[in-house]
């Protein structure tokens, strides 16, 4: 990793398990110190902090709801306090309600579009000043294959999923000339709590196994440490479809 990556501050949502941890551990390693966003599982990011800090590290957790706005504006305030202006924000909270075209409610969608598109936006305002300051800003948000092609969890999903792409290209072509960039990771079947009671998805897969978080993780510091990409999606789907 760049050197210029040492020092700096990342907020991550969703990051007390799965993709989001991964992507905390990837971050801290490099140098970065990390805010762990969560809603509910504040033992197991509290857990995950204490874990970057024994291997050298520096990390927080920062509980809020980032579907409400007051809420991520009290949470942004605390991580600047605890740790300094964020540099590098992560959009990987989501939820995933599975349901048919016959099943799916008004609830669900609206939950689905607030919980994780919506989130995104809140947050990708709420640090935008002060990456405009430094004129330095890395937003990399957590899209899904479901984006693109047909998925396994809904229509609502995936219309969340593809409004989350649409909101990465149009951040990226405003703020390009601030020294900011905006992309976009897009994995399919990955192996974690949403996959777990779902082995059969593996046959789908012409790579034979599912991906891992890690793996995802890696594509994310990819872009966190290159200043000339933005407005890119890049996908992660063990070569069930290609860009």
Known sequence: MSETLKGRVALVTGGSRG???AVCRALAGAGVAVAINCRERIDQAEK???EIGRQGGRAI??????????????????VTAGLGPIDILVNNAGIAITRGVDDL???DFDRTILVNLKSAFLCTQAVLPSMRTKKWGRIVNISSGAARGAGSIGPHYNASKAGMEG???????????????VNAVAPSLIETDMMSNQPQLVSRIPL???GTADEVAKAVMLL????????????????????
Do not use: C, P, W
């Open 105 to 107: 409610t008004d609830e």
């Open 224 to 243: 966190v440490d290159n200043a000339y990409m933005t407005g890119q999606t890049i996908a992660l789907s063990g070569g069930m479809a290609f860009n």
């Open 61 to 78: 957790v920062a509980a809020a709801d980032v579907s409400q706005q007051g809420a991520v504006t009290g949470m942004v305030e605390r």
């Open 19 to 21: 993709i989001g941890a």
């Open 208 to 210: 034979g196994r599912f």
């Open 48 to 50: 995950l902090a204490g």
């Open 167 to 181: 909101l990465t290209r149009g951040y990226a072509a405003r703020l390009v000339k601030e020294g900011i960039t």
